[in-house]
């Protein structure tokens, strides 16, 4: 399946500071790459600061950085989870 895909995206911590809301729903490529992926949501949800530090999941599925193409259905969540600090 090629084509755009609906999904809900998740922010979480630094993320939804940022962003302002802990939920949007984006429209996005499908299939795409996760260095695409996330390319895509740090640009349009201005988390430049971020980058290199975001965790993404699909469907609470934690994905692995790097080139794998994913295959997006509509619905699917995604998650933007910047690290978290604690002590």
């Keep these: 399946m090629s084509g755009t895909v609906n999904v809900k995206i998740l922010f979480f ?3 939804r500071e940022i962003f302002g809301k802990s939920v ?3 429209e996005v490529e ?4 996760h260095k695409n992926l996330l390319e895509i949501i740090v640009n ?10 975001i965790i993404l999941s699909i469907n609470q599925d934690f ?6 193409i994913l295959t997006l259905k509509p ?3 995604l998650a933007v989870i ?6």
Excluded: C, F, M, V
Aim: glycine content about 12%; aromatic content about 6%.
């Design 13 to 15: 911590a630094k993320a």
């Design 24 to 26: 949007d729903y984006l």
């Design 30 to 33: 499908t299939p795409i790459t």
């Design 44 to 53: 349009h949800y201005s988390l430049n600061q971020l980058r290199n530090q």
């Design 63 to 68: 994905l692995e950085p790097g080139d794998q």
């Design 75 to 77: 619905g699917d969540e």
């Design 82 to 87: 910047p690290p978290l600090s604690g002590g």
